[in-house]
């Protein structure tokens, strides 16, 4: 990123304010395991700062945790002093330090001096000699250790890498790892399809063949012309996917079995669906009710606060829509603080809550029925394996392959089984994808 010390903090008390903020949030997210945007929303002081200073900081902590087993390669080896890096906030006060010398573009003096006065004025006025030797050391011999550091698997947590090594191979394995490294583009939803032309010049986006517009800039999305006024929405590519896979769901009822915080619900509304969004988080449902608002589709969804595994309908739909719980380890390139979040007990935990409500979706659909099957995640215990167990345990049930026309052409992204794999590594070129699994089932008896 090419943000300068000039460009993204305005004074000398900004430039610290800045930098304590993402000292305590990176000890939230790493050491109390909260997520970087849920601490982000929650904290006031963040809220306080200037837009190109909440901006700086943002980048800072998502750009540490893209980073971070880079980063810990690299102070590890400056240092001879191991015990001096268990307190979690010198630690963190020489990650921030390594961040802007070497992955964003702020003057080394700078970053030096900072991180020497956040020590003192974090309480480690002790160790301010050791982070300005550190960080120093670094500065002199830090890059050729770059230029030789196997990055995609230092910046893999080790239970994770291992586990996608088992399902797809090293070589795909390390690719997904590789494209994981690279910021998100934006992706927005058009509302109204007949105005995705004016909406991508607007924005400065370009389209891609599914219907998604694709803004490689991204932005603050609260600044942009058609948000709150509710002509789009933001939505990544392979997310789109589902929705479009039941074809005209004009006037015709939906269900949405696990709808927050909302965006295949706006999706399927603004398509004509008529949608019961159901959800047990009655504070995600606020979120989508605030949405539905927004995008003035209100009128289009019922909103169920319930638990999905065990709420009925009054009579056996046609249409489920199960974008089911999962790790989301397919959106690490949005959210670098995932795979820091989780362990193999949340896979296995959130496998089996997928499979009840699979499920139960299955007893509810009605004969000739749509049901998607959907997951952000990477693992083949929470997408593939999940429909193989389905399909073997109830006989009614078949899938519908998808076929390369209903998704924009990408071939790629389709499984030998008629299955959407997405990766992150598909469309590269353009930008990349989400993660994503994505099986369309049918009930025939």
């Known amino acids: 990123m ?57 980048m800072l902590l998502t750009t540490t945790l893209r980073r971070l087993g880079q980063i810990d390669d690299l102070i590890n080896s400056a240092q001879s002093r191991p015990e001096a890096l268990r307190t979690p906030v010198v630690r963190n006060i020489l990650r921030l330090g390594v961040t802007q010398i070497f992955f964003m573009a702020v003057p080394d003096h700078a970053s030096v001096d900072t991180s020497v006065r956040l020590a003192e004025q974090s309480g480690m006025v002790k160790q301010k000699g050791f982070v300005n030797a550190i960080l120093r050391k670094l500065i002199r011999g830090g890059k ?21 090594i ?18 998100a583009p ?15 010049s607007e924005l400065q986006a370009y389209g ?3 219907g998604t517009l694709r803004r490689v800039s991204g932005g603050n999305i609260r600044e942009m012309e058609g948000f709150d006024s509710g002509k789009w929405w933001v939505q990544d590519a392979a997310a ?8 005209d769901v004009s006037n015709q009822d939906v269900i949405d079995m696990c709808a927050a915080p909302g965006g295949k619900t706006l999706q399927l509304a603004s398509m004509g669906a008529n949608v019961t969004a159901i959800d ?19 009128e289009r969804v019922n909103i169920e606060i319930s ?56 007893t509810m659909l009605g004969v000739g029925g749509l049901l998607i099957y959907c997951t952000c995640s990477l693992q083949k215990d929470e997408g593939e394996r999940q429909i193989e167990h389905f399909l073997g345990s109830n006989p009614d049930f078949e899938r519908i392959a998808i076929t390369p026309q209903e998704v924009g052409n990408y071939n790629e992204l389709i499984n030998e089984n008629g299955d959407i794999r997405a990766m992150p590594y598909n469309l590269s070129e353009q930008g990349g994808l989400d993660g994503f699994f994505i099986s369309r089932l049918t009930r025939v008896k």
């Open 166 to 183: 088992e399902d797809y191979g090293l070589t795909t394995a390390a690719k997904i790892a590789e494209a994981n490294m690279r910021e």
């Open 307 to 362: 638990d999905a595994s065990v709420w009925k309908p009054s009579s056996p739909p046609q249409r489920i829509l199960l974008d089911a719980p999962c790790s989301a380890t397919g959106t690490i390139r949005r959210h670098p603080d995932t795979g820091y979040l989780k362990s193999p007990k949340d896979i296995e935990r959130l496998a089996s809550i997928q499979e009840k409500l699979l499920s139960h979706a299955g």
């Open 240 to 247: 789109a996917l589902p929705a479009l896979l039941f074809g």
């Open 186 to 200: 934006l992706d927005i939803t058009v509302k109204d399809v007949n105005d995705r032309a004016y909406w991508g």
């Open 208 to 210: 891609l063949s599914t």
């Open 280 to 298: 047990r988080s009655a504070v995600r449902l606020k979120r989508l009710e605030e949405n539905l608002e927004r995008m003035d589709l209100k």
């Open 2 to 58: 090419n943000l300068s010390e000039n460009e993204g903090i305005s004074n000398e008390e900004d430039i610290l304010a800045a930098r304590k903020i993402a000292l305590d949030m990176l000890y939230n997210v790493l050491d109390r395991k909260n997520a970087l945007d849920v601490t982000l929303d929650s904290s006031e002081e963040f809220a306080a700062l200037p837009q190109r200073q909440r901006a700086f900081t943002r």
């Open 144 to 164: 050729s250790r770059i230029d030789n550091q196997d990055a995609g698997r230092l910046n893999t947590p080790e239970w994770l890498l291992k586990i996608w």
